[in-house]
């Protein structure tokens, strides 16, 4: 492990937090050094290559660790896509951890940068496993939404941000739609969509105004194709009802 790590990783976590502006807690570990002029770091990204915010954050990182970094400190990046939104399952899992171990296995990697909560939770599983490439290697996290409680020895190995700016948001939205009362929510049903929807619901007593929240769910495009146009068709219902009874009034 290169020495003074710590303080690189600390000022990329810094400026992500900068960038994304949703922290709520960054954990602290000690790294110690040796001399070796290279910096070798695996990242592993929860979805796949098409991920446009993965791929920024990538880049940001990439960017300020070149502009950070001592000039006698040599980088060597790797990329790995989990890809969890087409499997998720143990066998699954199981056998991204052997392709690890094969790849990197005579490879001294010396820190795992995880993005999202997929990646997050799969490098936290083997951090602590000695059948692991991953096993006692230095973890930077971000984009996790999951609350993360981080006890004994996992608070040697990893570190990170956690994103938490739901409230915000949705005020942001309500303020800018006065006449909003109803807030439909597209979402997937896979780690990340799930802790969002619990978020939501937890929030709400934070909104300035109360709003009813709607969430269409579903992994395939089709299901939140059909339950967008039943929701078109109730809307419609509901003008016409309106329309209807205006018409009534004043005739009357």
């Not at 880049?59 to 969890?84: A, C, R, V, W």
């Not at 997929?118 to 996790?144: D, R």
């Not at 994103?163 to 942001?172: G, H, I, Y």
């Not at 299901?223 to 509901?238: G, S, Y």
Request: charged share 25%.
């Amino acid at each position: 492990m290169k020495k003074g790590l710590l303080i690189y990783v600390t000022i990329i976590s810094i400026s992500m937090l900068i960038i994304l502006n949703s922290t709520t807690s960054i954990y602290a570990y000690n790294i110690l050094g040796n001399n070796d002029k290279t910096l070798d770091i695996l990242i592993i990204n929860s979805y796949d290559s098409k991920n446009e915010w993965e791929n920024y954050i990538i880049t940001g990182f990439e960017e300020k660790l070149k502009d950070i970094k001592p000039q006698d400190l040599s980088l060597n990046i790797d990329l790995e896509y989990l890809d969890i939104r087409k499997r998720n399952d143990k066998a699954y899992l199981d056998s991204f951890n052997d392709l690890l171990n094969k790849k990197y296995q005579y490879k001294d990697i010396d820190i795992v940068f995880a993005i999202d909560d997929g990646a997050f939770e799969f490098v936290k599983s083997k951090v602590l496993n000695s059948k692991s490439v991953l096993y006692h290697k230095q973890i930077l996290f971000t984009g996790v939404n999951n609350p993360v409680e981080l006890t004994g020895e996992y608070k040697k190995y990893i570190t990170g941000i956690l994103q938490a700016n739901t409230d915000q948001l949705f005020n942001l939205i309500l303020y800018l739609h006065p006449n909003v009362d109803t807030i439909n929510i597209i979402i997937d049903e896979f780690i990340y969509s799930n802790v969002m929807k619990k978020r939501v619901e937890s929030y709400k007593s934070l909104f300035f105004r109360p709003v009813k929240i709607n969430f269409i769910q579903s992994n395939y495009i089709e299901d939140i194709e059909n339950k967008l146009k039943k929701l078109m068709i109730k809307i419609k219902l509901l003008f016409l009802q309106a329309h209807l009874c205006i018409k009534v009034i004043n005739h009357m």
